[in-house]
């Protein structure tokens, strides 16, 4: 009977945050240890909506590492995930040489099996990786009992990953150290802060995916001039005035930094030679309705950012949700009903006016848009009590129903 106990295999599962950066993240100065060329500034949108599980087990049973994503057993050997193992690894042998008497050192040369699942779809084009590195830094830490920061291993599976170790208003200061030891993410401001901040999602229509994030950011460093002059001239500047507006909840300041930053940061893929198109025809045109909704209105109440990626991610404030959804629908007719086309946060209907739909007077897109995803801002990772919700059953397979 002991001996099957000592086989029953130590199993933690958590979830943790998508972020969205309002000041980006576009390029390396070092590409083994993901240092970035300039520091950046994200929201960690609500777990309710966007969230990453993982569970991870660990038992002497087990003959060697293992992953699952989104149901497929993928290759454990990845030299990112790796690097985040082995980190967290030499980390939880470092308390025990250190004489840590809570720490159970039984575990520390078992074999790990991990199981991560997202639920949003991949098709949302958000950065999935961000959520899953942070999620698998934090879940392998409670593990393995390592406690502290955690943001600079999470770097290491993903840049943003570290920027998701938060919630809230977060930034990744870039650090100057070859080693990397400080380049970290820390937090502005806690999720409770500017509670009437809400972000939408905006899910084009799927496209033929672009260049990938990794190599777009090595030509970008290799040939954009305009890349060295955003990370050395603008950037730093920006960060200080974007804490500051995000500080005092100033909304038009905020918006009119979260737009020209991501016009600055599809600029430099233009500079990139050869270039690199991220948006679409549809991101041009909800670009036109955030401007001209604004100018309607003759003050900023919609801002737009773009990721490397035809989607948007608009930010408002709660009261003007409504009547800006109601827009998206009309300037992008789906063909679903409302019910299937808003997901998340409910949002009540509203009408819109006829002197604002000449107001902004753009020519109606059919199925430009497939759906938005309404939510706020959000909780860094999360440990999850409720043992039912493991994702691996107690002989660390994948539970079926995934």
Same mark, same amino acid.
């Given at each position: 009977m002991p001996e099957n106990n000592m086989d029953k295999p130590k199993i933690v599962t958590c979830t943790a945050p998508v972020n969205i950066a309002v000041i980006k993240y576009w390029g390396k100065r070092n590409e083994e240890l993901i240092l970035p060329i300039n520091s950046s500034l994200s929201v960690t949108l609500h777990q309710d909506q966007l969230k990453t599980t993982t569970t991870v087990a660990t038992s002497r049973s087990f003959q060697e590492d293992r992953i699952w994503l989104n149901g497929k057993e993928e290759d454990i050997t990845h030299p990112r995930l790796q690097s985040c193992l082995r980190e967290i690894r030499r980390l939880a042998r470092k308390r025990r040489n250190d004489g840590d008497p809570s720490l159970d050192s039984t575990g520390l040369s078992h074999k790990v099996h991990i199981c991560s699942v997202n639920n949003f779809p991949t098709a949302a084009g958000l950065a999935s990786s961000a959520a899953g590195f942070a999620c698998l830094v934090y879940t392998l830490a409670r593990v393995f009992g390592v406690e502290g920061e955690l943001s600079g291993i999470a770097r290491?599976?993903?840049?943003? +990953?570290?920027?998701?170790?938060?919630?809230?208003?977060?930034?990744?200061?870039?650090?100057?150290?070859?080693?990397?030891?400080?380049?970290? +993410?820390?937090q502005v401001e806690p999720q409770t802060h500017w509670p009437e901040l809400r972000i939408l999602v905006v899910v084009a229509s799927a496209e033929r995916k672009p260049v990938g994030s990794t190599s777009g950011m090595q030509t970008s460093v290799q040939t954009s001039c305009l890349l060295k002059h955003r990370a050395q001239s603008v950037v730093p500047e920006r960060m200080v005035e974007m804490i500051d507006a995000v500080r005092r909840?100033?909304? $038009?300041?905020?918006?009119?930094? !979260?737009?020209?930053?991501?016009?600055?940061?599809h600029a !430099?893929?233009?500079? #990139?030679? $050869? $270039?690199?198109?991220y948006l679409s025809s549809v991101s041009h045109q909800v670009i036109s309705l955030v401007h001209r909704y604004n100018k309607h209105y003759g003050e900023t109440r919609?801002?737009? #950012?773009?990721? +490397?990626? $035809?989607?948007?991610?608009?930010f408002t404030l709660e009261q003007h949700v409504p009547e800006f959804v109601q827009a998206v629908q009309h300037f992008f007719p789906p063909d679903t009903n409302g019910e299937d086309f808003i997901k998340g946060l409910p949002v009540s209907h509203a009408a819109l006016s006829e002197e604002l739909?000449?107001?902004?007077?753009?020519?109606?897109?059919?199925?430009?848009?497939?759906?938005?995803?309404? !939510?706020? +801002?959000?909780?860094?990772?999360?440990?999850?009590?409720?043992? #039912?919700?493991?994702?691996?059953l107690s002989d660390g397979l994948p539970k079926k129903t995934m």
């Open positions: 290491q599976g993903s840049g943003s +990953a570290c920027r998701s170790m938060y919630g809230g208003f977060v930034q990744w200061i870039m650090g100057e150290k070859e080693d990397g030891k400080d380049s970290l +993410a820390q909840k100033d909304f $038009p300041a905020f918006a009119e930094l !979260t737009m020209k930053d991501s016009n600055q940061f !430099t893929c233009l500079d #990139t030679y $050869p $270039p690199i198109f919609v801002a737009y #950012t773009f990721d +490397a990626g $035809p989607n948007a991610v608009i739909k000449r107001g902004i007077g753009l020519e109606p897109m059919a199925k430009g848009i497939n759906y938005i995803i309404s !939510t706020k +801002a959000g909780p860094g990772p999360c440990v999850v009590e409720d043992p #039912t919700q493991h994702l691996l």
